[in-house]
């Protein structure tokens, strides 16, 4: 492990990355993503998750309704411990955000200081989060919500456990399923029509639980085809049937 308290990221090493994966990420389907396994380095990974608090160690903002159950957040990273403060910090530096301009093709990107809606994830056994399309607009920068990025956190998890990220179709037909995996960062572009979430239950064992970061990124403006009214949360049932796409 680093003796570094530390961590930077690399701005021509990430950029070159987010190049390399340009066509497959805006080729992806249902639309444009990518899983990304070992973002980070090994050790700085394995810091985060040593320092994640636990259930009741801060204060989480808990969400019991329906559509997302036994679920905790926090966006408030003075409540998080000094390396996660400033891994969080990392994710909105330059480097990053030049990443992910190349990966998207979006130009302009602007991070979000304050998490609205991001920062620490945790979900408990049982828990869900239905299929939803994201809130499209960030009220407090008035700026236009453009790319998510998720960072799992779970250590030995198996496929038993549940908790993929499910990606839909517009249509709610076919869908791509992402197991949540230690160091596998997934980012993907959101509209009003990009639906995903965890809508089965986790069957991870008492003491366990879904853990993740994240970090969106904003424009002022978005494209004319994906121009919506400014909305929040729109949650969907997960369907009877079925066509998988893809299980990573």
């Known amino acids: 492990m680093s003796n570094s308290p530390y961590f930077y990221f690399e701005s021509e090493k990430l950029i070159k990355l987010g190049e390399e994966l340009h066509e497959e990420y805006i080729n992806a389907d249902p639309y444009p993503h990518i899983a990304i396994d070992d973002f980070l380095p090994e050790d700085i990974a394995q810091r985060a998750l040593d320092e994640f608090p636990g259930p009741d160690d801060i204060e989480w903002q808990r969400y019991s309704a329906d559509t997302e159950s036994l679920k905790l957040a926090c966006g408030n990273i003075e409540q998080f411990g000094p390396f996660l ?24 990107l602007i991070p979000d200081p304050y998490f609205r809606g991001g920062g620490l994830f945790q979900t408990l056994p049982g828990g869900v989060l239905d299929i939803h399309a994201d ?7 008035n700026l236009d919500r453009r790319v998510n990025l998720l960072i799992q956190l779970n250590k030995d998890w198996k496929h038993e456990y549940g908790g993929h990220l499910e990606l839909w179709d517009k249509k709610m037909k076919r869908v791509k399923k ?70 990573v």
Not at 88 to 107: D, F, H, R, W, Y
Not at 135 to 140: C, D, E, L, R
């Open 85 to 108: 403060r400033h891994l969080m910090s990392q994710l909105n530096s330059a480097p990053v955000v030049l990443m992910l301009e190349k990966l998207t093709g979006i130009e302009g």
């Open 135 to 141: 809130f499209n607009k960030n009220a407090k920068l």
């Open 178 to 247: 992402v197991l949540p995996i230690f160091n596998r960062c997934t980012i993907f572009s959101p509209t009003s029509t990009t639906w995903h979430g965890h809508p089965r239950p986790l069957t991870c064992p008492e003491g366990e639980t879904r853990k993740s970061l994240s970090a969106f990124y904003y424009t002022n403006g978005r494209p004319a085809k994906e121009r919506k009214r400014t909305h929040s949360t729109i949650w969907k049932k997960i369907p009877d049937e079925e066509i998988l796409i893809e299980q």
